[in-house]
Nanobody
Framework: QVPLVESGGGLARPGGSLRLSCAVS????????MSWYRQAAGQQRELVAS???????QYADSVKGRFTISREKGKNTVSLQMAGLKPEDTAVYLCNIDGWLADSDNDLTGFDSWGQGIQVTVSS
């Protein structure tokens, strides 16, 4: 497993904005997909947004037009800019990144890692 470090989140009022970031470290050869999921209390985990290497981006219908996923240039970091927040966006948000690691012999090993989860609460 390759560790992911998430940051951001917290409390926002309805209509407000928050930004989440997730960084992966290690000898990364390439990244295939960077995604954000969320899980509200008592609910199943759902995909919020994903960014596939090559530029294909998908959003859950519930966040289209409000959330933006992006990869920071030159970095193995994915961000989720959330605007127009609604109480129903309240959840634990988890980052997922998969790709390939290179070892000292340049052999490649696949990885599929999850962040620890970060709380986002939208409330007045």
């Amino acid at each position: 497993q390759v560790p992911l470090v998430e940051s951001g989140g917290g409390l926002a009022r309805p209509g407000g904005s928050l930004r989440l970031s997730c960084a992966v470290s290690g000898t990364i050869f390439s990244i295939k997909t960077m995604s954000w999921y969320r899980q509200a209390a008592g609910q199943q985990r759902e995909l919020v947004a994903s960014l596939v290497n090559g530029g294909n981006i998908q959003y859950a219908d519930s966040v289209k037009g409000r959330f933006t996923i992006s990869r920071e240039k030159g970095k193995n970091t994915v961000s989720l800019q959330m605007a127009g927040l609604k109480p129903e966006d309240t959840a634990v948000y988890l980052c997922n990144i998969d790709g390939w690691l290179a070892d000292s012999d340049n052999d490649l090993t696949g990885f599929d890692s999850w962040g620890q989860g970060i709380q986002v609460t939208v409330s007045s």
